[in-house]
């Protein structure tokens, strides 16, 4: 049973940047950003595939959000880049831990068996 932590959100203006932070409890297979802005669905973001580091972007964000790892704490990053009023959202740290992760279960909420709380990112002049 993993548990998850986020921190690291807060109040940006457009063209800033944020780094996110999210610490499991235990190991896991992937971990990855999903973000819900209000009246909208949770979307997918960013994953990383822990075996071979490998990560995977929404098109939203690609080029300007980066994913990464810290093997010994179990932890995972979001680097935020040129942050526009859009990105404005709770992001949701997400993990696998028992199964296999393919790209299909990597990219959906669906496939995530743990979740953390979330943590806000307002983006505002």
């Known amino acids: 049973q993993v548990q998850l932590a986020e921190s690291g959100g807060g109040l940006v203006q457009p063209g800033g940047s944020l780094r996110l932070s999210c610490t499991a409890s235990?190991?896991?297979?992937?971990m990855a950003w999903f973000r819900q802005a209000p009246g909208k669905e949770r979307e997918f973001v960013a994953a990383?595939?822990?075996?071979?580091?490998?990560?995977f972007y929404a098109s939203s964000v690609k080029g300007r959000f980066t994913i990464s790892r810290e093997k010994g704490k179990n932890t995972v990053y979001l680097n935020l880049n040129s942050l526009k009023p859009e990105d404005t959202a709770v992001y949701y740290c997400a993990a696998i831990s028992s199964s296999r992760p393919i790209m299909s279960t990597m990219t959906s909420a669906q496939g995530y068996e743990h979740w953390g709380q979330g943590t806000e990112v307002a983006v505002s002049s």
């Open positions: 990383l595939r822990w075996s071979d580091a490998n990560t």
């Open positions: 235990g190991r896991s297979n992937a």
